[in-house]
C-alpha cells in the first residue's frame, strides 16, 4: 500500500486511473514525469486535458490510453459511430447515468462527441442561438454536436447517437451493467499494449485496431 501516487510509481511499469475527475489528471501527469505509462478509466477530463497530456507523453515518449469506457463492446460501439460518421451529416449524442454522478457528460459521452467531431462537424438544422425559449433545451455543444445528459436512478453509463437523413434514422447505443467485469478485459488489454505507445491514444477501440 502506498499513501500517494508519486510514491506508488517507484518500480511500476504501467499506472491504471480509475480514480475521479478531480485527481486523474495530476496523477496522470505525475505518472508521464516519472516515465511511467497511463491507462486512464476516470472520467472528467476535457479535450484540453487531453492536449496537454498528449504533449506531455510526447515529451518523455511515454504512452497514454484514455477511453471513457473500457468494456469490448463500447468499443464497438464508437468504431461503428466513427464509421456512420464518415458518411451521415448529422447526429446528437445521449448520455444516460445514474442520479449522483458529479461529471457531465459522461466520459464514454464526451470521448464520443470529441471523437466524431474529429471526422467532421454535425450539421445543425436551425442555429442554437436562433431558437426561441431556453437554449438549454438543446443540450451542451461538444465536439460540435449537442449531447444531452439525464441523470436518473438505474442508469449505470448509457450511450446513444443518433444519426439522421430525412425520413431516416440510425441509432448506435451502448448499455453498461452494474457490475465492473465488462471492463476488465479492455483496461488489461490496454495495459499491456501501452509500454510500446508514444502519445495519447483515445479509444480502446483505437486501441484494437492498433492490434491488428
Given at each position: 500500500?502506498?499513501?500517494?501516487?508519486?510514491?506508488?510509481?517507484?518500480?511500476?511499469?504501467v499506472l491504471i486511473d480509475y480514480t475521479s475527475a478531480t485527481a486523474v489528471k495530476a496523477?496522470?501527469?505525475?505518472?508521464?514525469?516519472?516515465?511511467?505509462?497511463?491507462?486512464?478509466?476516470?472520467?472528467?477530463?476535457?479535450?484540453?486535458?487531453?492536449?496537454?497530456?498528449?504533449?506531455?507523453?510526447?515529451?518523455?515518449?511515454?504512452?497514454?490510453?484514455?477511453?471513457?469506457?473500457?468494456?469490448?463492446?463500447?468499443?464497438?460501439?464508437?468504431?461503428?459511430?466513427?464509421?456512420?460518421?464518415?458518411?451521415?451529416?448529422?447526429?446528437?449524442?445521449?448520455?444516460?447515468?445514474?442520479?449522483?454522478?458529479?461529471?457531465?457528460?459522461?466520459?464514454?459521452?464526451?470521448?464520443?462527441?470529441?471523437?466524431?467531431?474529429?471526422?467532421?462537424?454535425?450539421?445543425?438544422?436551425?442555429?442554437?442561438?436562433?431558437?426561441?425559449?431556453?437554449?438549454?433545451?438543446?443540450?451542451?455543444?461538444?465536439?460540435?454536436?449537442?449531447?444531452?445528459?439525464?441523470?436518473?436512478?438505474?442508469?449505470?453509463?448509457?450511450?446513444?447517437?443518433?444519426?439522421?437523413?430525412?425520413?431516416?434514422?440510425?441509432?448506435?447505443?451502448?448499455?453498461?451493467?452494474?457490475?465492473?467485469?465488462?471492463?476488465?478485459?479492455?483496461?488489461?488489454?490496454?495495459?499491456?499494449?501501452?509500454?510500446?505507445?508514444?502519445?495519447?491514444?483515445?479509444?480502446?477501440?483505437?486501441?484494437?485496431?492498433?492490434?491488428?
Amino acid at each position: 500500500m502506498h499513501g500517494t501516487v508519486d510514491e506508488a510509481l517507484d518500480d511500476t511499469d504501467v499506472l491504471i486511473d480509475y480514480t475521479s475527475a478531480t485527481a486523474v489528471k495530476a496523477n496522470t501527469l505525475a505518472a508521464i514525469a516519472a516515465g511511467v505509462a497511463v491507462v486512464v478509466g476516470s472520467s472528467g477530463l476535457t479535450a484540453t486535458d487531453f492536449a496537454e497530456i498528449d504533449s506531455a507523453a510526447r515529451e518523455r515518449s511515454v504512452g497514454v490510453v484514455a477511453s471513457g469506457n473500457f468494456s469490448l463492446t463500447a468499443a464497438m460501439c464508437q468504431a461503428a459511430a466513427l464509421l456512420a460518421a464518415r458518411h451521415l451529416p448529422q447526429w446528437e449524442v445521449i448520455d444516460y447515468a445514474s442520479a449522483t454522478k458529479e461529471d457531465v457528460p459522461s466520459g464514454t459521452a464526451r470521448e464520443l462527441a470529441e471523437r466524431l467531431g474529429e471526422i467532421h462537424r454535425p450539421e445543425v438544422g436551425r442555429p442554437i442561438e436562433d431558437l426561441h425559449g431556453p437554449q438549454e433545451a438543446r443540450g451542451a455543444t461538444v465536439g460540435g454536436a449537442q449531447v444531452h445528459s439525464v441523470r436518473l436512478p438505474s442508469f449505470v453509463v448509457s450511450t446513444e447517437v443518433v444519426f439522421a437523413l430525412p425520413d431516416e434514422r440510425l441509432t448506435i447505443r451502448h448499455d453498461a451493467g452494474g457490475t465492473a467485469e465488462p471492463y476488465v478485459e479492455g483496461t488489461l488489454l490496454a495495459a499491456r499494449k501501452v509500454p510500446k505507445l508514444v502519445g495519447l491514444t483515445r479509444g480502446l477501440d483505437a486501441v484494437l485496431l492498433g492490434s491488428e
